[in-house]
């Protein structure tokens, strides 16, 4: 069966698209940027440029396709763009008139749990697309799903990063308002049943996890898991209300958007009297809410030097070692075994149990930063001679660290290559006068320790470059690194892992790519002289 996918690229649509694969079916993905979107499933997807928001790059997107699993919508609509009913209510408009125009394929439509009764204005979106669905003359589905949350989700993985980093945690009036979220795994597993069972043609179906929870539980359970415990500021909810709207108006983050305050509140569960069809319809045991969450620890989204705020910096750390036994492979293999010991105490490897402390393959690393908390970085591709590590989301830095061992004459060369920006504003304003000189002191401190561990000796010392890389450069860079993001989740797919899942957390021991090289920007040897 051909599936037209819209949305694919948030977290419901990337754990969706995975699912109608693992289960024999081809995708088409519309999405803004589809043809990059794409890339993480490879040849299985096929891309389809185009917004919901807009009828240009619409017409015919629905040919030729079996079904289409209506799945984007937002919460809360970002300044400058298409407002809440542009995208929920119109967006749903458009499509189903191009499913019409296709001959009335099945449409699934996926909408939120509390739809039928909430108050807030995503309900109220969520409600008017609801009745255009049940218009439409070919055969429908509406799927209700409780709070979803997965790699990137925008409120309980902003929870997580918030216990990582922050030193105070405010919460909603006493944190105790209970809801009933759903693994994104889950709910895709789900959706692509939907898509082929002809009995819930005509059918709403509500589908949740089996555990409540609260703000304060959630906080509970990342404290186990990162070893961190904040303390809780509650804050009553007229205040909380304020502080979201000025927040907002900031661009700070925050892990609940109005409507979701106004969800909150009104309790986002499956009613006692209705039915859950996770468990009753669909036949799925659901993640616990504990091994979810866990596996969000370390399936956070990686960071890309785009997302960040100031100029792109090129930082390189390198010295020529000479005397040693090593060759720049066996150097190397020392460097990403004993990765741990050879970095500085200022990046704390040991910062939460069960992580990784060695370079592997996909490996995503947890490490302790002074006045920063706990952040994450990713291996997106390891070789015999070097490793790139992109940042993941909560970490104050946008970009990538690329770790070198090569052979030059009669010495062999460790090199360290950063390629960063601020995080966020907040993250540039700490940067410039603090984070910088102790960034510098770090990238010394592992060519050092690198030196100390080779049984040779760098008689030039250590030496530093930096440049500020202008926009063309910054475009290869970011399209590099997301190449690699990209070849990274298509090798955990096919590993039997969702994209940015799995891939070396605390439970899941990865293989090393040993030879294994995914080198496609032209970023390393010779090449880097042209940046």
């Not at 918030?162 to 105070?168: E, Q, S, Y």
């Not at 592992?446 to 030496?463: L, P």
């Not at 970011?478 to 993001?485: G, K, S």
């Amino acid at each position: 069966m051909k599936v037209l996918v819209t949305g694919g690229t948030g977290v419901v649509g990337r754990a969706t698209v995975t699912a109608l694969i693992d289960r024999g079916h081809t995708v088409r993905l519309l999405s803004r940027n589809a043809r990059r979107d794409a890339a993480q499933w490879g040849s299985s997807v096929e891309s389809w440029t185009g917004d919901v928001a807009k009828d240009d790059g619409l017409s015919g997107v629905v040919d030729g396709c079996d079904a289409v699993l209506h799945v984007v919508g937002v919460v809360h609509a970002g300044d400058g763009g298409p407002s809440l009913r542009e995208i929920n209510v119109e967006g749903t408009q458009r499509m189903l008139r191009e499913a019409i125009s296709s001959g009335g394929p099945r449409f699934i439509f996926v909408s939120s749990l509390g739809a039928d009764r909430g108050e807030s204005e995503y309900h109220k979106s969520k409600r008017e697309a609801e009745a255009l669905v049940r218009e439409y003359p070919g055969p429908w589905t509406i799927v209700r799903p409780g709070n979803v949350y997965g790699p990137g989700d925008d409120e309980i993985s902003l929870l997580l990063r918030m216990v990582r980093t922050l030193p105070v945690i405010p919460v909603i009036g006493g944190g105790d308002a209970k809801f009933q979220p759903i693994y994104a795994g889950d709910l895709g597993r789900a959706l692509a049943i939907t898509v082929e069972r002809s009995d819930l043609v005509g059918r709403v179906l509500e589908l949740a996890g089996t555990e409540e929870t609260s703000q304060n539980e959630l906080i509970d359970h990342f404290s186990r898991i990162t070893k961190r415990e904040p303390a809780r500021v509650g804050v009553p909810e007229f205040l909380t209300s304020i502080g979201i709207s000025l927040a907002e108006t900031a661009g700070v983050p925050v892990p609940f958007h109005q409507s979701q305050l106004t969800m909150l509140r009104e309790g986002n569960r499956i009613p006692a009297d209705r039915i859950n069809a996770l468990t009753d319809v669909f036949a799925i045991t659901p993640t616990p809410l504990e091994e979810g969450l866990r596996i969000l620890a370390d399936a956070l989204p990686e960071t890309l030097p785009s997302e960040g705020v100031g100029a792109l910096k090129r930082k390189q750390f390198w010295a020529d070692i000479a005397g040693s036994a090593h060759t720049p492979e066996t150097l190397f293999a020392l460097f990403r075994d004993r990765f741990s010991e050879l970095t500085p105490m200022m990046m704390d490897l040991h910062a939460e149990p069960d992580t990784p402390k060695t370079l592997e393959d996909g490996a995503t690393l947890t490490m302790a930063l002074p006045l920063r908390g706990n952040v994450q970085v990713r291996v997106e591709e390891l070789t015999d001679r070097r490793a790139t590590l992109c940042t993941l989301a909560g970490h104050p830095l946008a970009g990538a660290v690329r770790f070198i061992a090569e052979d030059r004459a009669d010495r062999i060369r460790f090199q360290v290559e950063v390629y960063d920006r601020p995080a966020t504003m907040a993250d540039y304003l700490v940067m410039r006068p603090v984070g910088e000189m102790l960034q510098s002191a770090t990238w010394d401190n592992v060519v050092q320790a690198v030196i100390d561990a080779s049984g040779g000796h760098a008689a030039d010392g250590i030496h530093h470059e930096e440049a500020v890389l202008d926009s063309d450069q910054a475009e290869r860079i970011d399209e590099w690194l997301r190449d690699l993001v990209m070849q990274q989740r298509r090798e955990a797919s096919r590993d039997g892992d969702a994209p940015g899942e799995g891939q070396g957390t605390r439970t899941d021991e990865r293989k090393n790519a040993g030879s294994g090289d995914l080198h496609t920007g032209g970023f390393g040897g010779e090449t880097r002289a042209e940046l």
